[in-house]
């Protein structure tokens, strides 16, 4: 029994680690976008799935077992338009998703702050998250 937990908490452990790359990656590709101000669309959205999925580094790091624990299942169909993204009440998403719809929220929350804090003497221009 002892040697089971052992294996579980390995598992746990890289699977942790596993999404933490992953999500590291989403949050660098969606940043290129970010700091474009281009909005998050469905399109977008699988482009960026694709694109972090196809990360060599990615796939280098984690053994292909864990790889498909990332993979959006066949059933979890999304829209490809460029109608921006929304999930509705829905908490069903892919890790990928998740982690760029998460980075986008940031950037918003982030750039709501920004413009509570500025003050009327301060000439900086404040960018739009996603120029929505």
Do not use: C
């Amino acid at each position: 029994m002892n040697e089971l937990n052992k294996e579980q908490d390995l598992a746990a452990l890289r699977f942790k680690s596993a999404a933490r790359d992953l999500e590291h990656i989403v949050r660098h590709i969606a940043a290129r976008y970010i700091v474009q101000e281009v909005p998050l669309t469905w399109r977008l959205l699988h482009a960026i799935e694709a694109e972090a999925l196809a990360d060599l580094g990615f796939a280098s790091r984690h053994d292909a077992v864990m790889l498909g624990l990332f993979q959006r299942p066949a059933d979890f169909q999304f829209p490809e338009t460029d109608d921006p993204v929304d999930f509705g009440r829905s908490n069903a998403l892919p890790a990928v998703f998740a982690f760029a719809v998460s980075a986008y929220d940031a950037a918003e929350k982030s750039k709501a702050s920004a413009t509570r804090s500025r003050t009327p003497s301060d000439d900086r221009g404040v960018g739009r998250a996603w120029g929505g």
